[in-house]
């Protein structure tokens, strides 16, 4: 793309006149150069990795988070059509590009220019795939309060053997998590089964900003169906998580069951955090509610969709 122009050596040996033309024909050359720079310039552009360190306070526990751009080309901003804010993000994009482009090549021929943006909107979401993350199974826990253990078993405080967290996050409709919190395998039926259980877990790819979730119901009962869940986000260390004050609490709402029952084994709606900014290393579910009398709360999947930062 370079043209060979030395000015220098050129100054020494033209008269002023075919000087004067000579900067005339460069001046034009440039011109030429720069319109053929800002039509090329955007389908070469990178977005240079930036981190945005933040400490926010919060429920008096000090939380540091970052948030990181992932370094995309052009190409998958324009396909990857996931996010209305995309758009936004590409019109700023385009923008700084000319008026760095115009002062960089009245200087020089160079095409490619590096454009760093602090956009801290997902350009991409993905679906977190638990590879070997360790999955707390935990019952008799609410909002900002200390985890209690849950273990196999049929009592109180237990889930099914068979259906452990882990099943929730294996993306098989056919395995199920059910826990019985208060109740037990041998009965009675209560509303209450299973409320106040759920799970937590530390993404080993971390962190990760949660935009949006849906939760898949188990195989044998709409009853178990959960309808009302909270969860909260967590940077403070793993062997920290089971004290309550180590999470923030980032939703509290419809588990996406609760208007209409889709179904055994199938997804309900995405329900997506608003609050979707902080990123987290973990993340503790809790369900709230269930759709009627069952011995547990139980479902195949709880699905998060959202960004990592690498
Ligand atoms: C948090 O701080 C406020 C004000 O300093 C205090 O009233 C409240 O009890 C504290 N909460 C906890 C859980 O420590
Ligand atoms: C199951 O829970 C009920 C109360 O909900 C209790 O009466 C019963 O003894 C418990 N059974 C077992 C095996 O723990
Ligand atoms: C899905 O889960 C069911 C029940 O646990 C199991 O039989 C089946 O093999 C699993 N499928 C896959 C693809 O892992
Ligand atoms: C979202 O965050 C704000 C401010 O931190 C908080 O007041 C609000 O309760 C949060 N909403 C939910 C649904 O957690
Ligand atoms: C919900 O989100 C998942 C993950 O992004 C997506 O595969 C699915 O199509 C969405 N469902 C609906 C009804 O939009
Ligand atoms: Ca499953």
Do not use: H
Not at 91 to 111: D, K, P, Y
Not at 119 to 136: A, C, D, G, M, S
Not at 271 to 277: E, G, R
Request: proline letters at 4%; a positive charge; aromatic letters at 8%.
């Amino acid at each position: 793309m370079a043209t060979a122009i030395d000015i220098t050596s050129s100054n020494i040996q033209i008269p002023v006149v075919n000087k004067k033309r000579r900067l005339c024909t460069i001046i034009k050359t440039s011109v030429a150069l720069l319109i053929i720079a800002a039509g090329l310039t955007p389908t070469i552009i990178r977005l240079r990795r930036k981190t945005n360190t933040t400490t926010e306070s919060m429920m008096n526990t000090t939380v540091s988070f970052t948030t990181t751009t992932v370094p995309t080309d052009i190409t998958s901003l324009i396909t990857k059509e996931n996010n209305p804010t995309t758009s936004v993000s590409l019109a700023t994009l385009s923008s700084t590009t000319s008026s760095t482009t115009s002062s960089t090549t009245s200087s020089t021929t160079s095409t490619t220019t590096t454009v760093t943006t602090s956009t801290t909107k997902p350009f991409v979401l993905q679906i977190f795939q638990r590879t070997n993350e360790v999955v707390y199974p935990i019952w008799s826990t609410t909002l900002g309060r200390d985890s209690s253990r849950s273990s196999p078993g049929d009592k109180t405080g237990t889930y099914w053997p068979s259906q452990a967290p882990e099943a929730a996050l294996d993306g098989n409709l056919s395995s199920e998590y059910c826990n019985y919190g208060l109740c037990n395998a041998s009965g009675p039926l209560q509303d209450g089964c299973g409320i106040q259980t759920g799970f937590y877990i530390t993404f080993k790819s971390k962190p990760f900003i949660l935009v949006k979730f849906r939760i898949a119901t188990s195989k044998n009962s709409g009853s178990r169906d959960p309808t009302q869940i909270t969860i909260e986000g967590s940077n403070i260390e793993e062997s920290d998580l089971i004290f309550g004050k180590s999470w923030i609490k980032i939703y509290n709402g419809a588990s996406g069951l609760a208007t209409k029952d889709p179904g055994r084994q199938k997804y309900g709606n995405n329900q997506t955090i608003t609050n979707n900014s902080l990123s987290f290393e973990s993340y503790r579910i809790l369900i709230t509610s269930k759709r009627g009398r069952e011995y547990c709360v139980a479902y195949s999947e709880f699905e998060m969709t959202g960004r990592f930062s690498d």
